[in-house]
């Protein structure tokens, strides 16, 4: 008993008659009366009752056939779903990223992949730089998107957008000043920062946006978190540095002002363990042709 024996089996049970049967097969009537006979002889049960005018079901074959018919979708699907992962088009996308990532450049690549390798699942968690790198190396990630990361050995990584910084202020700030003095006005204020051991390059780059305006900045609270930095600042604890993109589409209780000519730039960047490439080929095509990466 084969495939085409249950095949032949279940069309014949829908046409009840085999010489339109046969011709639907392209075989001959006497070849699917074989296997009919054969595909009884290796159950051991009938199947069709059939003299010369009719042919039916007996009541085996009404049992039998729909559930072939499950087991024929069943084995269908498992090889479509085995041939999307060869191509990768199926499988779990373990994606890890920072608050500034998702508020830009997350989502649109996200519908990409959704539209494009519907039967993709993505998984995502939001973390630290530190956190993604030990994670890529791990296996337990597949694609990290950090910002101004320092990318591990082993490892690759592309930038994807630049982005400027802001200074996120209480509301009420005076903004006026800070136009005519620079960024030299906030010699004096505290500075909430992330951890400089979960981002060093991170940290490095935005406290060299200080101490490029003559100051080291005087951090008094380190958090990681976009969320807890602003409410900091709103109660009035201290003033801090984002991209400029984390507060897209924010509804804030604080202020902000863009440094549009500092020289210091938030890298928005994807980073991803090499062997992503050959265990998802037609979704690293697609993350490569995605207007985002350009």
Known sequence: MDLQHIRSAVLLSKKLNFTKTAEA????????????????????????????????????????????????????????????????????LKIGFTHSVM???????????????????????????????VRLQSGELDIGFATNPLVPVGLKSKVLHIDNYAVLVPK???????????????????FIFPSKTDGPNYVNIIESICTNAGF?????????SVST?????????????????????????????????TPQKAQLTMI??????VEHPKLFTLLHNTKELL
């Open 25 to 92: 097969l392209h075989i001959v009537q006497p070849a699917l009366s074989r296997k009919i006979k054969q595909l009884e002889e290796a159950i051991n049960t009938p199947l069709f009752k059939r003299n010369k005018r009719n042919v039916e079901l007996t009541n085996a074959g009404n049992y039998f056939i729909p559930e072939m018919e499950k087991l024929l979708l069943q084995y269908e699907f498992i090889i479509k779903r085995t041939n999307q992962i060869h191509k990768g088009e199926v499988g779990e």
């Open 103 to 133: 508020q830009s450049i997350l989502p649109e690549i996200l519908i990409s992949i959704r539209e494009n390798l519907p039967g993709m699942k993505t998984i995502l968690k939001e973390l630290n730089n530190r956190d993604q790198y």
């Open 229 to 261: 930095s602003i409410r900091l600042i709103e109660a009035g604890m201290g003033v801090s540095l984002e991209p400029i993109s984390s507060l897209r589409g924010l509804n804030l209780p604080i202020d902000f002002f863009e440094l549009k000519n």
């Open 172 to 190: 009420g700030f005076d903004m006026i000043r800070l136009q005519k003095e620079g960024f030299s006005t906030f010699a004096k204020e505290p």
């Open 216 to 224: 080291i900045p005087n951090v008094v609270h380190e958090t990681d």
């Open 272 to 277: 991803w363990n090499p062997k992503l490439e």
